[in-house]
């Protein structure tokens, strides 16, 4: 006798007594003001009335009926076999989502629908799809756009049964992106994913084998409760040892014609087993692998080396990463020795090595360590957005032992814990590529955290025409950049892509081997070849300022100062300029135009500063959308108005990511440069020298001279390259409204660039 949905939706607190109480009354009475008769389903008042989601009512069926083919898709609760049953064409045309069929015989199934279908039309689709359906109303409007996901998403598994790691990640025991890391790792070492998930820590033996008996319908047992069977080690004896060993089963009862047996998984061959033993039927029983080893050592004498090679252990892979100068003198004040410094690698670096090898998998530009009061959170910043790693949990007990490890990989002193500290390292790959590993650390309230930057010195330096930047404007850029001295800034805040565009400007300036091109950085984050590279030493009085006066004794035609931050150095590079050098630099400011008025608080002189001005460049880093699953969508009208005051543009289609594995779930793939470009022209020089605000000339130059950032992301939008939900989260929205209004008086802005 199944228990009623109410009563178990009751239980987990889903609805209250009274909701009960007011469903069970509705369902007798029905409620015509709701429009729902005498005798409806009770599933069907509780969604229609608000009290519970669809998909708990769904679920809670599930659990009712011991339904456990069904996994999780987004929010909806779906059954490959069900979905293998009902073409893509079909749930289209209906709009319609098969969910789970609720009957032993599968002829029954429920279906998600937007709006339920008139009487005609679900004798129809149920007479094209062979079931006999009950309608779940949901709401959603990208209805269509998760039927699509669904059915993708089944097209790549290939397969049309639940499988364990679905299971695993709908009982809330791991998440969706730790399953996929643990199967890259089974697909490499022919592993079980179970056992990749138990290895790395992220899932008990206990918990994993429960499930999986819960998955499969078969008794779970212990080792004591095998043992203690009478007849135990008479029918095991009757199996060779060689097979036992080899296929881990260990056969304990043998009843009639039915063999009980105990085994780690459930699609063991046992057919051979009915020969040896002459029995038509066999029960297999889960036993963990601890379990298992324990079996294995009392019925077959199994070896302390065969049982190390089949307990959990853990994992060493083939892709450790390789030590690059990393013999140390020393480890500064701590005097750690050198047995102690063996043992702490042994217990922490593998670790470590992992939380790296994860980091350069998913494409991190930097890892955080962050210690809180009760826990540790372990982040990998991706595309600019922080997601949680997969690979390594720190509990508060080892994380002293984690950072140590990264202060010794770093060089930085272990016993210091008060002041903050960086360092470097260098790692090599399994395919050859080298890492540079930048680290701070910094005391906190409740201990150490540590942010390590990851930079691949192997990556080759990315074309000036790869970065994203509109054709027509970068056109322009590049007939700016030959001129043989003047003025050339960079503007932005810090992580939105400056040392880059600079690197790919010098990497295509260099290429004339009859320039000489000098640099000073804070680091040197890329060793350029043909370019005089070197670094602010702030300690021994080497900055910005006494770089940039050197330079002048060297001859040099190409100079970057890597940044101005105070007046001298902003006379300096004002200097440089006026004696014949192509100067390049950056600056944090909000927009392009904010350079100039910089500058001038930095007392540079007007009338110098628009004498050698040539250009501005303002940018910011916007995530890339996977080509693979973006969808269109529409946005929210407040966001439309605040971009487009008089009404957004009828022929842009706005688009979004919804998470593909080609993109690991994220929805993006990288990041595309949006560029802000101010020209300086004769007129820009004259309002310059005059001092003009910001305000004065923005207005005097947009279109002309003058390309600001939303102009740039507007048409990255329009060619669905970003997400316009994004641009707030990456543009100085506090300028946006005044700029969007004069964006849209200059609609023909980019044919100026053209003939510009």
Not at 102 to 120: F, K, Y
Not at 235 to 238: G, L, Q
Not at 342 to 348: E, G, P, Q, T
Not at 669 to 678: C, P, Q
């Given at each position: 006798?199944?228990?009623k949905?109410?009563?178990l939706l009751?239980e987990?607190?889903?609805?209250?007594?009274k909701?009960l109480?007011e469903a069970?009354?509705?369902?007798?009475?029905?409620?015509?003001e709701a429009?729902?008769?005498?005798?409806?389903r009770?599933?069907?008042?509780?969604?229609?009335?608000g009290?519970v989601?669809?998909?708990?009512v769904?679920r809670?069926?599930?659990?009712q009926?011991?339904?456990d083919?069904y996994?999780l898709?987004?929010r909806?609760i779906?059954?490959?076999?069900?979905?293998?049953?009902?073409?893509l064409?079909v749930?289209r045309?209906?709009?319609m989502?098969?969910?789970?069929c609720?009957?032993?015989?599968?002829?029954?199934?429920?279906?998600?629908?937007?709006?339920?279908?008139?009487?005609?039309?679900?004798?129809?689709?149920q007479?094209?799809?062979?079931?006999?359906?009950?309608?779940v109303?949901?709401?959603?409007?990208?209805?269509l756009?998760?039927?699509?996901?669904v059915y993708?998403?089944m097209?790549?598994?290939g397969?049309t049964?639940?499988?364990i790691g679905?299971v695993?990640?709908?009982?809330?025991?791991?998440?969706?992106?730790?399953?996929?890391?643990?199967?890259?790792?089974a697909r490499r070492t022919?592993?079980?994913i179970?056992?990749v998930?138990?290895?790395?820590g992220?899932l008990?033996?206990k918990?994993?084998?429960?499930?999986l008996a819960?998955?499969?319908?078969?008794?779970?047992v212990?080792?004591?409760?095998v043992?203690?069977?009478?007849?135990?080690?008479s029918?095991?004896?009757?199996l060779?040892?060689k097979?036992?060993?080899?296929?881990?089963v260990?056969?304990f009862?043998?009843e009639?014609?039915?063999?009980?047996?105990?085994?780690?998984?459930t699609?063991?061959?046992l057919?051979?087993?009915?020969?040896?033993?002459?029995?038509r039927?066999?029960?297999?029983?889960?036993?963990?692998?601890?379990?298992?080893?324990?079996?294995?050592?009392?019925f077959?004498?199994l070896?302390?080396?065969?049982?190390?090679?089949?307990?959990?252990?853990?994992?060493?892979?083939?892709?450790?990463?390789?030590?690059?100068?990393?013999?140390?003198a020393g480890?500064g004040e701590?005097h750690?020795s050198?047995?102690?410094l063996?043992?702490?690698?042994?217990?922490?670096e593998s670790l470590?090595?992992?939380?790296?090898?994860e980091?350069?998998?998913?494409?991190?530009?930097?890892?955080?360590?962050?210690?809180?009061?009760?826990f540790?959170?372990?982040?990998?910043r991706?595309?600019g957005?922080?997601?949680d790693?997969?690979?390594?949990?720190i509990d508060?007990?080892?994380?002293?032992?984690v950072?140590?490890v990264?202060?010794?990989l770093?060089d930085?002193n272990?016993a210091e814990?008060?002041?903050?500290?960086?360092?470097r390292?260098?790692?090599?790959?399994?395919a050859g590529?080298?890492f540079?590993?930048r680290?701070?650390?910094?005391?906190?309230l409740?201990g150490?955290?540590?942010v390590?930057?990851?930079?691949?010195?192997s990556?080759s330096v990315v074309?000036?025409?790869?970065?994203g930047?509109e054709q027509a404007?970068l056109?322009?850029f590049?007939q700016?950049i030959?001129n043989p001295?003047?003025?050339i800034?960079?503007t932005?805040?810090?992580?939105?892509?400056?040392?880059?565009?600079?690197?790919?400007v010098l990497?295509?300036?260099?290429r004339?081997?009859?320039?000489?091109?000098?640099?000073?950085?804070?680091?040197?984050?890329y060793?350029?070849?043909r370019?005089?590279?070197?670094?602010?030493?702030d300690?021994?009085g080497?900055d910005?300022?006494s770089?940039t006066?050197?330079?002048?004794?060297?001859d040099?035609?190409i100079a970057?100062i890597g940044?101005i931050r105070?007046e001298?150095?902003?006379r300096?590079t004002?200097k440089?300029?006026?004696t014949?050098?192509?100067?390049?630099?950056?600056?944090?400011t909000?927009n392009?135009i904010g350079?100039?008025?910089?500058m001038m608080?930095?007392?540079?002189?007007?009338?110098?500063?628009?004498s050698?001005?040539?250009?501005?460049?303002?940018?910011?880093?916007?995530?890339?959308l996977?080509?693979?699953c973006?969808v269109?969508?529409?946005?929210?009208d407040?966001?439309?108005?605040d971009i487009f005051p008089?009404?957004?543009?009828?022929?842009?289609?706005?688009?979004r990511?919804?998470?593909?594995?080609?993109c690991?779930?994220?929805g993006h793939?990288?990041?595309?440069?949006?560029?802000?470009?101010?020209f300086?022209?004769?007129?820009?020089?004259?309002?310059?020298?005059?001092?003009a605000?910001e305000?004065?000339?923005?207005e005097?130059?947009?279109?002309?001279?003058?390309?600001?950032?939303l102009?740039?992301?507007i048409?990255?939008v329009?060619?669905?390259?970003?997400d316009?939900s994004?641009?707030p989260?990456v543009?100085?929205?506090?300028?946006i409204?005044?700029?969007?209004a004069?964006?849209?008086r200059?609609?023909?802005?980019?044919?100026?660039?053209?003939?510009?």
């Open positions: 006798m199944h228990r949905i109410g009563q009751l987990k607190g889903l609805i209250t007594r909701d109480l069970e009354q509705i369902q007798q009475a029905g409620s015509p429009g729902l008769p005498p005798g409806e009770f599933g069907s008042i509780i969604i229609q009335k009290y989601s669809a998909m708990e769904v809670a069926l599930c659990e009926r011991s339904i083919d996994m898709v987004g909806y779906v059954s490959p076999s069900l979905i293998a049953r009902v073409p064409e749930a045309r209906y709009s989502l098969p969910l789970v609720i009957d032993e015989d599968a002829r029954e199934a429920l279906a998600a629908v937007t709006e339920v279908p008139d009487r005609a039309s679900s004798a129809e689709i007479r094209l799809v062979g079931l006999s359906i009950d309608w109303p949901v709401r959603d409007r990208n209805f756009g998760v039927i699509d996901r993708a998403r097209a790549e598994r397969v049964s639940v499988r679905e695993l990640v709908r009982e809330g025991l791991v998440t969706a992106d730790e399953v996929d890391w643990a199967l890259g790792i022919s592993k079980r179970g056992r998930l138990m290895e790395e992220l008990g033996e918990e994993f084998f429960s499930t819960r998955h499969k319908g078969v008794p779970l212990s080792a004591a409760e043992l203690a069977e009478r007849e135990a080690a029918v095991a004896s009757r060779s040892r097979f036992a060993v080899f296929n881990e260990v056969p009862r043998l009639g014609s039915l063999l009980q047996v105990a085994a780690g998984r699609d063991v061959e057919g051979e087993l009915r020969k040896i033993y002459g029995c039927r066999i029960a297999i029983n889960i036993v963990t692998i601890t379990d298992m080893v324990a079996l294995l050592k009392a077959y004498g070896s302390e080396v065969e049982a190390a090679g089949k307990s959990l252990t853990e994992t060493h892979r083939d892709d450790e990463l390789e030590m690059l100068q990393a013999d140390h480890v701590g750690i050198g047995e102690d063996r043992d702490l690698r042994k217990r922490y470590v090595s992992h939380l790296l090898q980091a350069i998998r998913r494409r991190a530009s930097d890892i955080h360590i962050e210690t809180y009061e009760n540790v959170a372990v982040r990998l991706i595309d957005l922080l997601y790693a997969r690979t390594l949990r508060k007990s080892n994380v002293a032992g950072v140590n990264i202060k010794v770093s930085i272990i814990r008060r002041l903050p500290q960086g360092g390292f260098r790692k090599r790959t399994s590529e080298i540079d590993f680290v701070q650390c910094q005391p906190t409740f150490e955290n540590v390590i930057r990851l930079l691949n010195q990556a074309a000036l025409k790869g970065l930047f404007v056109d322009r590049l700016v030959v001295s003047g003025l800034l960079i932005g805040p810090t992580g939105s892509g400056k040392t880059t565009t600079l690197y790919s990497d295509l300036l260099r004339d081997t009859t320039k000489k091109i000098v640099t000073v950085e804070d680091p040197v984050e060793a350029l070849p370019i005089q590279q070197s670094q602010v030493l300690m021994i080497y910005f300022a770089a006066r050197a330079f002048l004794r060297e040099p035609d970057l940044e105070d001298e150095t902003a300096e004002i440089l300029s006026q014949g050098h192509l100067v390049f630099s950056t600056l944090h909000n392009a350079a100039a008025t910089r608080v930095l007392n540079v002189n007007p009338e110098l500063l628009a050698e001005l040539l250009v501005v460049a303002a940018q910011r880093l916007a995530r890339r996977c080509p693979d973006k269109s969508y529409q946005p929210k407040l966001l439309l108005a008089h009404g957004a543009p009828s022929d842009i289609t706005f688009y990511g919804v998470g593909c594995q080609k690991d779930g994220l793939t990288g990041r595309v440069a949006l560029g802000e470009f101010w300086v022209d004769r007129d820009a020089r004259l309002m310059i020298s005059r001092r605000d305000k004065q000339l923005i005097a130059t947009i279109g002309t001279g003058f390309y600001p950032l102009w740039d992301a048409e990255k329009r060619n669905g390259i970003v316009i994004e641009l989260t543009l100085p929205m506090a300028s409204a005044a700029t969007a004069l964006v849209e200059k609609e023909t802005a980019s044919t100026e660039v053209a003939t510009g």
